[in-house]
């Protein structure tokens, strides 16, 4: 299967509040979210929240994307019908915070989604040049970690 990725210029930024929430609905298409769920929103502190979502509490926080990473909204464009047919992905629009919600606890840096976006940092580590200018202990380190 090949997933096409559509990027046309990303200015435009989302005016709206964007939500991960811990929930599958099978509807696929807009709601007025403003309306039926932002208005039940209750704020603890700076960055933390509770709501509910058809009766079940909700725990959120307002989740900043990583420095140097831009997020991206993609609408299938191009339906597929079988798992081995091409995808076709449009980018609508682009964000750079959103509310991270758990249901009945409140989020934290053992959640799935902190530990994934961790690994920008630990890849970053990984991949940036070595600095030459080691001092003696770490370089005799360096020679016995090579043999």
């Given at each position: 299967?090949t997933?096409?990725?559509?990027?046309?210029?990303?200015?435009?930024?989302?005016?709206?509040?964007?939500?991960?929430?811990?929930?599958?609905?099978?509807?696929?298409?807009?709601?007025n979210?403003?309306?039926?769920?932002?208005?039940?929103?209750?704020?603890?502190s700076?960055?933390?929240?509770?709501?509910?979502?058809?009766?079940?509490?909700?725990?959120g926080?307002?989740?900043?994307?990583?420095?140097?990473?831009?997020?991206?909204?993609?609408?299938?464009?191009?339906?597929?019908?079988?798992?081995?047919?091409?995808?076709?992905?449009?980018?609508?629009?682009?964000?750079?915070?959103?509310?991270?919600?758990n249901?009945?606890r409140?989020?934290s840096?053992?959640?799935?989604?902190?530990?994934?976006?961790?690994?920008?940092?630990?890849?970053?580590?990984?991949?940036s040049?070595v600095?030459n200018?080691?001092?003696?202990?770490?370089?005799?380190?360096?020679?016995?970690?090579?043999?």
């Amino acid at each position: 299967m090949t997933t096409l990725l559509k990027v046309p210029n990303l200015t435009k930024e989302i005016s709206s509040e964007l939500h991960f929430m811990p929930a599958e609905i099978q509807y696929n298409g807009s709601a007025n979210v403003k309306s039926y769920f932002e208005t039940n929103i209750r704020k603890k502190s700076e960055n933390k929240m509770t709501a509910s979502l058809r009766g079940r509490p909700l725990h959120g926080t307002k989740f900043e994307v990583p420095s140097g990473y831009t997020g991206v909204i993609f609408n299938e464009s191009k339906k597929s019908v079988t798992e081995d047919d091409e995808r076709e992905l449009t980018a609508t629009g682009s964000f750079d915070s959103f509310n991270y919600w758990n249901l009945d606890r409140e989020p934290s840096h053992g959640d799935r989604l902190h530990q994934a976006l961790t690994w920008i940092d630990i890849a970053k580590a990984l991949h940036s040049p070595v600095d030459n200018s080691l001092s003696d202990s770490q370089g005799s380190l360096k020679s016995e970690a090579s043999i």
